[in-house]
Nanobody, 126 residues
């Protein structure tokens, strides 16, 4: 059984930084993508970034630059470094994992597919 567990959320002032972590267990191989998605109250589910099994990265619209995704395949762990946070980055951030063809394609993963964590809340105050 695949399990996905996020950590690292919290409250920070605008301009600050946070680092999210996600641990995936239960896959019998590492041929899967991992990614970060977010959803703010009243807004649609949004792709933040994804990485494939060879650490090739893809970012959602307007995400690259302040956000950096990385993956430690030896520990089945995914990270999201978030810098210069803004109030509109406030959201629940979810980690997901699933088989994929590319990191770019994984950005389109619907909530009904793949394996998802319960989310970690990020709150940015202005």
């Amino acid at each position: 059984q695949v399990q996905v567990v996020e950590s690292g959320g919290g409250s920070v002032q605008a301009g600050g930084s946070l680092r999210l972590s996600c641990v995936v267990s239960g896959f019998t191989h590492n041929h899967y993508c991992m990614g970060w998605f977010r959803q703010a109250p009243g807004k649609e589910h949004e792709a933040v970034a994804a990485v494939d099994m060879d650490s090739r990265q893809a970012y959602g619209d307007s995400m690259e630059g302040r956000f950096t995704i990385s993956r430690d395949t030896t520990k089945n762990t995914l990270f999201l470094q978030m810098n210069n946070l803004r109030a509109n980055d406030t959201a629940m951030y979810f980690c997901a994992a699933d088989h994929c063809f590319s990191a770019f394609g994984f950005l389109r993963l619907p909530r009904t597919n793949g394996f998802w964590g319960r989310g970690t809340q990020v709150t940015v105050s202005s």
